[in-house]
């Protein structure tokens, strides 16, 4: 196996690991994960950003709390500069 191979492995897992603290009632977790979008978009890259950061994105705006849909919308810049607007 090649490092290409290895490297979209780790993402799978990552994007997976993602979706599941997304997915949680843990808004302490989602919070913590937003703020790291931006910096999670360099790591995945601009097309797995674009495919699976942004809908789940998308998905923490749909939660109740005000303080996570905060957070997504600090976030966003950060993703916008590292995949293009």
């Known amino acids: ?7 979209a ?3 799978e897992v990552i994007i997976d690991l993602i979706r599941s603290i997304i997915n949680s009632a843990d808004t302490t977790q989602q919070s913590v994960l937003v703020k790291k979008f931006g910096s999670l978009s360099v790591f995945f890259g601009r097309k797995m950003t674009l495919d699976n950061l942004m809908p789940l994105i998308i998905a923490c705006f749909n939660k109740k709390d005000s303080n996570l849909r905060r957070d997504c919308i600090k976030g966003i810049p950060d993703i916008c500069a590292r995949v293009g607007a």
């Not at 196996?1 to 490297?7: F, G, Q, R, S």
């Open 1 to 7: 196996m090649n490092y290409d191979d290895e490297v």
């Open 9 to 11: 492995k780790l993402r």
